[in-house]
């Protein structure tokens, strides 16, 4: 009988490692028993010691095991289940002979993989619906921070979700189990708050201020192999995508986790269509709760100008287009105006929730906050991405918080093209529904005669890019 200890209750690698030599060296499931490092010895079989060494593993002596094995063990290994990596090997024994194994959906120790690798899935994208912020300090000093009690052992496997979300705020993560910190670079890890010490409602800022000052936290990366294994863990979905359906399936459609929790951050930045869809799913802030539903941006793929305003306002939310309301109709006349041709143009908002105060049957606008514009952020960024275009005209503060990361006055930054680190270049004006809300009918003229001279430099920018394609 051996006695294997793991490092951690997610230690993936350990476990791969041993679980290879033992089956190389032919040891039956039923001989070997899996510890976690830290258990009390009331928790382990009696009379058993740490497993014996097994003798060096010869090259030529190998065996081969399906890649979605691999992947799927990544993630079932995850759950809470004590058991599981007792069952991984079993699986892991049996594939040796039976290399279709997997195929097998009523096969007891496949479905029951299967559903834990579904209940880790679930719990993950629970985390990244439920997570909510809360800022502690102000300005350059502002940190936040959030509160969440996890299923499963998924903390880890859900960090680079927020690192890419929020990827220009100071974020923590305090759980029972361990806590997430993200400095702007990396993602590290430290103890979970013990039960005694959980945050009451209204007290996150207190315990995180407690355990968690900025001066305390590591700032270093977690090691490169869960570094990488955390990376690898964005990419799941396209091997477990099949499994999971499978076995969905065979379950009555119990186990599947939602679309976006599998989709590929990079495949999806390739196409619009897809970034569309997943944006329809978005739980980064409290403005879906309200707004009828998410409002993406539209226009060309190859437009070579990028229009960037603050949110979808009324009419927007409830036919699901940008700027087709009364802002949207004055933009289209401005346009005219300056010599752009709408058409080659992708229209987008820095927010695409509606964010409003009811008034009776009335649904008053309200500007989104700076945590709203940075949670909405990362699909300004993948947009970008999906259409390089050569001008992004950034209509408002909002819009111009989003374009530049930070917030930038429109006076002093208006009617000149900025240079942005990509290579691209920025234009910076007023938002159209500014020039309805001007009570002054002269001054409304002459602002609108402004926003249109504004345009007319993404028209030359347009023109340029034509002559020269």
């Known amino acids: 009988m051996y006695l294997v200890t793991l490092n951690s209750e997610t230690d993936f690698d350990g476990w791969r490692k041993a679980a290879r030599a033992f089956a190389l060296h032919h040891v ?9 490092q830290g258990q009390t010895e009331d928790q382990m079989p009696p009379g058993l010691s740490e497993a014996p060494s ?42 040796k002979v039976d290399h279709d194994l997997l195929a097998t959906m009523s096969d007891p120790d496949v479905a029951q993989i299967i559903t834990m690798a579904g209940a880790v899935q679930r719990d993950a994208q629970r985390m990244r619906d439920l997570v909510r912020f809360r800022e502690i300090g102000r300005e350059q000093k502002a940190h936040y921070a959030a509160w969440f009690e996890p299923e499963h052992h998924i903390v880890a496997f859900a960090a680079p979700f927020f690192a890419r979300r929020f990827a220009d705020m100071p974020w923590s ?30 007290r996150l800022e207190e315990t995180w201020r407690r355990h968690f000052q900025p001066d305390r936290l590591t700032t270093t990366d977690a090691p490169v192999k869960r570094r990488r294994n955390l990376q690898d863990a964005s990419t799941l979905g ?3 995508g099949p499994l999971l359906a499978d076995a969905e399936r065979w379950t009555g459609g119990r186990i599947s986790p939602r679309p976006e929790a599998i989709m590929g951050h990079k495949a999806a930045a390739k196409d619009l269509e897809a970034l569309r869809e997943e944006a329809a799913h978005c739980r980064a802030c409290p403005l879906y709760k309200d707004a009828t539903q998410t409002v993406f941006g539209e226009g060309p793929k190859d437009a070579t100008i990028m229009l960037v305003g603050e949110q979808p306002g009324d009419k927007e939310d409830l036919a699901g287009h940008p700027f087709v309301g009364p802002a949207g109709q004055m933009l289209d006349r401005a346009l005219e105006e300056a010599g752009v041709d709408r058409r080659k143009v992708y229209v987008t908002n820095a927010v695409k929730h509606f964010k409003f105060v009811p008034r009776g049957k009335i649904r008053l606008h309200q500007k989104p906050n700076t945590q709203e514009i940075r949670a909405c952020r990362q699909w300004y960024e993948r947009e970008l991405a999906a259409v390089q275009p ?13 374009v530049f990361g930070k917030i930038t006055p429109i006076g002093k930054t208006r009617g000149r093209l900025i240079d942005l680190p990509d290579g691209r270049k920025a234009l910076v004006t007023v938002h159209p529904s500014y020039l309805l809300r001007l009570p002054d009918p002269e001054a409304k003229v002459l602002e609108y005669q402004r926003f249109v001279e504004d345009l007319k430099i993404a028209a030359n920018l347009q023109k340029k890019s034509a002559r020269a394609a």
């Not at 305090?174 to 009451?200: K, M, Q, Y």
């Open 28 to 36: 039956a499931p039923v001989d070997v028993v899996w510890h976690v």
């Open 54 to 95: 097994l003798p060096p593993i010869e090259t030529e002596n190998t065996f081969t095991v399906p890649a979605n094995f691999i992947e799927l063990a990544r993630v079932a290994i995850l759950h809470r289940e004590g058991e599981r990596f007792a069952l991984l090997y079993r699986l892991l024994w049996r594939l």
């Open 173 to 202: 993560i305090l759980t029972p189990d361990v806590c997430a910190h993200w400095n702007g670079h990396a993602i590290s890890f430290t103890p979970g708050i013990s039960r005694t010490e959980w945050p009451a409602p209204g």
């Open 238 to 240: 396209s091997i477990l």
């Open 390 to 402: 050569d001008l992004v005209v950034a209509m408002g503060a909002t819009a111009a918080q989003s």
